[in-house]
């Protein structure tokens, strides 16, 4: 038979486990004490958690090396705010405070009724103190007064004017100035047979913006939100409210949402551990080891955060999370290696019996590792903070879990393995009659065999009775699975997964919406949905800075290559029929001059007597910087957003085919939609990187280059499936679905190296039967890993953030075709091709002499 094996090292592994199980099972007291000193100490740094707490939206959800980043350093450098304040002209939100009042009144919201209320409304927040400083000390100012808002200035705040006044749309004309009505006022009809005049309206929208001390403007903020969280009184009208720190004070929170959940987890966990592992048998119970497994879980949990904790890694609140998912991985290797135990003759000593566990268990569990520790490092790669926290966190609890696993709790099952030895009862320690060898298979008394005799083995194999569910994998699942007809009907049912989770990835959208950062219920939501209800229409107002020093502004030809440029944004279908704002436009209508000096020296004297002032940097008599703005309009979806910032940066791009022309467009709002322009191309990134590495290390460690394949093709499988699955799910792919999309690499390889490793390492001869022995060994610990899995995030369902449930969506769907690949899908296809053969195979039948020998002696022995 054919000899293709890849196992120089996977058999180092397998004897170094080898050894260090004899060592740990002569010695188990040393592995069991020392990890607890180790998560003792290095849980100390839970003391700096607070300290490491990051809720800076921008700093987390966003990518560090964005574009707009580096277009709004640009734009901070080269234009200063002045003493004139100008929403407009600002590079980042600002510090603000706003209310959205809206009627759903048939009248609307230009009603002396209405108006009355948001005058009411205008007047508590002005009279809101702190510190002896009300609104008037620490706004920001225009002329020397508070910004107002237009629409009541309009009306000299005289609600009885507002039904009498014609409201012009989106540009207000009073004569002496036109004043912007789209950002205040939404949900606008306008009168048939006029261009602009209002007819009806929906929603008012007032804007406070603050211009002081940061803590006095936090203070303001904060009394501001109490005072509209108590809102009450209102009768013709519904009012919204949201502040510039709202967003990261309702982020915060969401991390105190879930600590309730973590009792239920850890109980639902040990639940299922105890259930799983349990046994008729009063000797050979394991359910202390069951609980240890989840013990040793947390003692990860505690080690790893402790140490990153104390080393100074920011723990963003996503990270929250993550002990959910690490008590899954590390209780999915607790089964593996009692499963292998149980392999184990029962009258080999303890030291004897953890050897050739951990020598069975070895290489399985080091595969699930590398490749989950792998897969998490790889996500440090994102040029997300929140992902690159997760990932850290994850990964290095990952790599605690195995160690626990292989030290503390291998130790305990070498104490337990005593206990057994001695026939000790699992709950009293007390010595129990071992039964003979004619009551074996004696369940009549089941009462008395559960509390007075145990110790029952398979008599033939040497080894613990087989769990049912073993039972049922052997001689019912595997035989119907390795059916060619049941083949048939897996592969029709795998071609029709792989074309829904095709159509599926088709249909993501790209982008976090910020108002999901907020808990269900939040003020946050309900204000983001009224503005998306009543203020869509018109969006942005987008910077167009001309950033070369060089260009010069007097030249004819020049300024016809840059409104050749402007047209092209004008030309675009995100951008308003609103005239833009432009300095020089206004500037050319006054001076129309086309000698430098001339054109620099009018230029001093425009600027000095205009509200342009801020837009042209014009310094040492050299204009280093300038800027125009372009309104946006119909800006409502996710999609829109993408789309406006790719055609405004490829119109950007287009100009600078000009031999004068070099523009850059900004808003602050670019900051987030930058999130667009590198979600897909990292997440695919991520994971072609992750899955080039899956592959090398099966190839290392499975000692087979076919299955190596097979479990890679595992990978894309899975990968496929979550991701279609998850857009048809209603979960977008941004930061905190990639971060699923990373977990998802190293759990796909899980379940299938699992049952790849067990199929290539089985000795049986034909594909068919090494399915069923694959399945036999290794289907009942992978339903328990998933099941436990499954249990560790299921309540995070219930959770009112979007973040947590998305975090549940993708890990069942991780789980549910991570486990249909690793007991439906893989045993049959490995089962179609000539796959490679373990040198076993050749002797398979003295093996199976040898095995029954052994048999026969074991069972003389025990006669004896």
């Known amino acids: 038979m054919c000899q293709c094996r890849s196992d120089c090292i996977e058999k180092p592994i397998s004897l170094g486990f080898k050894w260090l199980g004899h060592l740990i099972g002569r010695h188990p007291w040393w592995f069991l004490i020392i990890p607890l000193f180790i998560s003792a100490g290095l849980g100390a740094g839970f003391h700096f958690l607070n300290e490491r707490e990051v809720d800076d939206i921008e700093d987390q959800f966003t990518p560090v090396n964005g574009l707009a980043k580096k277009e709004r350093a640009f734009v901070q450098g080269h234009f200063q705010?002045?003493?004139?304040f100008s929403h407009l002209r600002l590079s980042t939100e600002g510090t603000y405070a706003s209310l959205i009042v809206a009627s759903s009144h048939a009248?609307?919201?230009?009603?002396?009724?209405?108006?009355k209320e948001i005058l009411d409304l205008d007047r508590r927040v002005k009279e809101i103190t702190v510190q002896n400083m009300s609104f008037g000390n620490i706004c920001a100012k225009t002329s020397g007064e508070c910004m107002s808002n237009p629409i009541l200035d309009i009306v000299h705040y005289n609600a009885s004017k507002i039904e009498s006044t014609v409201l012009e749309y989106p540009i207000h004309n009073t004569g002496e100035r036109k004043i912007a009505l789209a950002p205040g006022v939404g949900g606008v009809k306008l009168k048939q047979n006029t261009v602009n005049e209002i007819d009806h309206a929906q929603a008012i929208r007032l804007f406070y913006f603050l211009k002081g001390d940061p803590e006095t403007e936090s203070l303001w903020l904060h009394a501001f939100l109490k005072t509209f969280s108590n809102s009450t009184g209102l009768e013709t009208v519904s009012v919204s409210y949201f502040t510039s720190i709202s967003r990261e004070e309702e982020f915060k929170k969401n991390s105190d949402s879930v600590i309730p959940f973590f009792s239920v987890t850890y109980f639902l966990a040990i639940t299922i551990s105890i259930v799983s592992c349990l046994s008729l048998d009063c000797v050979r119970n394991k359910v202390w080891a069951a609980q240890v497994g989840v013990l040793?879980?947390?003692?990860?949990?505690?080690s790893s955060f402790g140490l990153l904790l104390l080393c100074g890694m920011p723990f963003s609140m996503v990270v929250a999370t993550a002990p959910f998912l690490i008590l899954g991985i590390g209780v999915d290797d607790m089964f593996i290696m009692i499963s292998c135990w149980q392999r184990t003759k029962v009258h080999l000593k303890v030291e004897e019996r953890l050897s050739?566990?951990?020598?069975?268990?070895?290489?399985?569990?080091?595969?699930?590792?590398l490749t989950d520790v792998l897969a998490f490092y790889i996500g440090l790669l994102t040029p997300f903070r929140s992902v690159q926290s997760f990932c850290m966190y994850t990964g290095t609890a990952v790599l605690f879990c195995y160690i626990y696993n292989i030290t503390f709790f291998g130790a305990f099952l070498a104490l337990n393995g005593k206990r057994e030895a001695s026939n000790r009862h699992w709950l009293t320690c007390m010595e129990v009659k071992q039964p003979q060898p004619n009551e074996l298979d004696d369940t009549n008394d089941s009462k008395r065999n559960i509390c007075c005799i145990g110790g029952t083995y398979d008599p033939v194999t040497g080894t613990e009775k087989e769990m049912p569910v073993d039972t049922f994998f052997k001689k019912y699942y595997g035989p119907f699975l390795t059916n060619n007809l049941t083949k048939a009907c897996v592969m029709f049912l795998y071609a029709g997964y792989l074309a829904a989770s095709i159509y599926g990835c088709f249909q993501i959208q790209e982008g976090i919406d910020l108002k999901n950062l907020a808990a269900d219920g939040s003020y946050v939501g309900s204000y983001y949905d009224d503005e998306d209800k009543y203020f869509t229409e018109y969006g942005p107002?987008?910077?167009?800075?001309i950033k070369n020093s060089s260009f010069p502004y007097w030249d004819n030809r020049a300024r016809e290559d840059l409104n050749s440029c402007l047209q092209r944004f004008r030309d675009l279908s995100v951008v308003s029929e609103v005239p833009s704002v432009s300095w020089l436009h206004s500037f050319m209508n006054v001076s129309n001059f086309n000698d430098e000096n001339e054109f620099k020296n009018q230029l001093n004297e425009f600027l000095q007597r205009s509200n342009f002032s801020q837009d042209v940097n014009f310094t040492n008599n050299n204009i280093h910087a300038s800027r125009m703005f372009a309104q946006t309009c119909n800006i409502s979806t996710a999609v829109d957003e993408k789309e406006m910032l790719n055609d405004f940066r490829k119109a950007a791009e287009n100009c600078r085919t000009s031999d004068y022309v070099d523009l850059l467009v900004y808003h602050p709002a670019f900051i987030y939609f930058d999130q667009y322009t590198v979600i897909v191309s990292n997440t695919i990134q991520n994971i072609i990187v992750a899955t080039v590495i899956m592959l090398c290390i099966s190839l290392l460690l499975i000692p087979n280059p076919v299955?190596?394949?097979?479990?890679?093709?595992?990978?894309?499988?899975v990968i496929t499936g979550v991701a279609g699955f998850m857009a048809l799910w209603d979960v977008n792919l941004d930061s905190i679905s990639m971060i699923n999309l990373v977990i998802c690499?190293?759990?796909?390889?899980?379940?299938?190296?699992?049952?790849?490793y067990a199929f290539v390492s089985s000795k049986k001869s034909s594909g068919n039967e090494r399915a069923i022995d694959a399945l036999y060994n290794l289907g009942y610990p992978i339903i328990q890993g998933a099941v436990s899995t499954v249990a560790g995030v299921v309540v995070l369902s219930a959770a009112q953030s979007y973040i947590f449930r998305t975090f549940f969506k993708i890990m069942f769907l991780v789980i549910l075709f991570g486990v249909a690949h690793g007991i439906v899908f893989i045993p049959v296809f490995l089962t179609f091709f000539g796959v490679c053969c373990q040198k076993s195979d050749v002797n398979s039948g003295p093996d199976e002499g040898l095995k029954q020998q052994h048999a026969d002696n074991n069972q003389q022995t025990y006669e004896q």
Not at 81 to 84: A, C, K, L, N, Q
Not at 107 to 115: D, M, N, R, V
Not at 745 to 756: E, L, N, P, Y
């Open 81 to 84: 705010e002045g003493e004139e």
């Open 356 to 369: 050739e566990a951990y020598e069975d268990a070895a290489v399985s569990i080091t595969i699930t590792t």
């Open 745 to 756: 690499i190293g759990f796909s390889v899980d379940f299938s190296a699992h049952i790849s």
């Open 296 to 302: 040793s879980a947390g003692l990860a949990v505690l």
């Open 541 to 545: 107002n987008v910077m167009l800075v």
């Open 707 to 717: 299955c190596s394949l097979w479990v890679t093709l595992a990978i894309a499988s």
């Open 107 to 115: 009248k609307g919201i230009l009603t002396t009724e209405a108006f």
